[in-house]
């Protein structure tokens, strides 16, 4: 298999790369669509609309239309039906794929900082990632409401390297989707894609990632030694985006900026 070079720190993507939300999501849309007095949405379809945040899903169930729109005022009664069964005060179903936990702890022997990049809140992130006990692998969650744009673009990116004080180029994306392998191609960043994800129903390795697998417990053994350890500082062409330390204004946010997960 292909090795990596020159990595020197990875940003995950959450939902679809190392957890599966799926039945929570379920739950959510048909406790919104039954709020609505509207019937229940078949689970398979919804898997083909999941990965680009909670309103972008809400009006792709509401329309039945992978690009639909609602109104405003229909996506704000949505969506808090749809908040409110996402967060409600039940254990949640979301759990790690197979493989990111040994991919986190081999990371984590190698001493590479690792981010967590997520359309979620970032205190919601936080939370979940704490019940799922892998919240301290991150040197930080960055969640949509710390970041003006959205997750899958390249602010995203320049931020989590910012953070890490690497270079873009030595900064490994890993995610699920086509979004992700386009934000990483536009800052020059290495890109892989687990296979098991959401993409639209479509196979990820058409987007032609560097690379794909099926489990990401092999992750860090196709990684090269670390071009930089985080005692040297900051690469010489780290970007000078701001680090986030709180969150943006609310109206500084794109469409989809306020949504609970990825």
Known sequence: ???????????????????????????????????????????NTIKDWIGDGADLLIHRVLTRQINGRVSDAVLNQARTLFLSSYLGKKPPKTRLYPGVLECLKGLARRQLPMICTTHMQTVHANSLLKALGVSHFFTRIVGADAIAALQSGPDAIYEAAAILRVA??????????????????SVGSPVVCVTYGYNYGTEIEKARPDLTLDTLATLPNIIEKPMHSREQGPATTVPSHPVIASPLPSHTLRRGGDAPFR
Request: charged share 30%; aromatic share 4%.
């Open 1 to 43: 298999m292909k090795k990596l070079e020159n990595v020197s720190a990875v940003c995950f993507d959450l939902d679809g790369t190392l957890a599966d939300p799926f039945d929570d999501l379920v739950d959510a849309i048909s406790g919104m669509l039954k709020g609505l007095d509207l019937p229940p949405e078949d689970p």
């Open 168 to 185: 873009p180029t030595e900064l490994l994306v890993v995610g699920d989707a086509v979004n992700d392998v386009q934000a990483a191609r």
